[in-house]
Nanobody
Framework: QVQLVESGGGLVQPGGSLRLSCAAS????????MGWYRQAPGKQRELVAG???????NYADSAKGRFTISRDNAKKTVYLQMNSLKPEDTDVYYC??????????????WGQGTQVTVSS
């Protein structure tokens, strides 16, 4: 089974920074795309940033210029560096990864979510 474990959320003041991490483990043959999403209560989950296997990135408009997504393939980990945080960035953030298990079966997994709160 493939699992994703997130870390790095918390409370930060406006203008501050946080770095989220998401590590994949299990019977992984390869990981293709990885991404970070956010979700507010009662709302749909929405993409914050994504990164492909060749490190091509894409960002939501709200994240451009402030957030940076990166990945370490050797560690099977994706990161989200969030700078210049605003109160409206407050949400639960989820990572996801899609790829293939050792059996070559495709997988899509989500992390457990980590709370990011931006408040003074």
């Amino acid at each position: 089974q493939v699992q994703l474990v997130e870390s790095g959320g918390g409370l930060v003041q406006p203008g501050g920074s946080l770095r989220l991490s998401c590590a994949a483990s299990g019977s992984i043959y390869r990981i293709n795309a990885m991404g970070w999403y956010r979700q507010a209560p009662g709302k749909q989950r929405e993409l914050v940033a994504g990164i492909s296997s060749d490190a091509t990135t894409n960002y939501a408009d709200s994240a451009k210029g402030r957030f940076t997504i990166s990945r370490d393939n050797a560690k099977k980990t994706v990161y989200l560096q969030m700078n210049s945080l605003k109160p409206e960035d407050t949400d639960v953030y989820y990572c996801n990864a899609e790829g293939q298990e050792l059996s070559r079966r495709y997988f899509l997994r989500w992390g457990q979510g980590t709370q990011v709160t931006v408040s003074s």
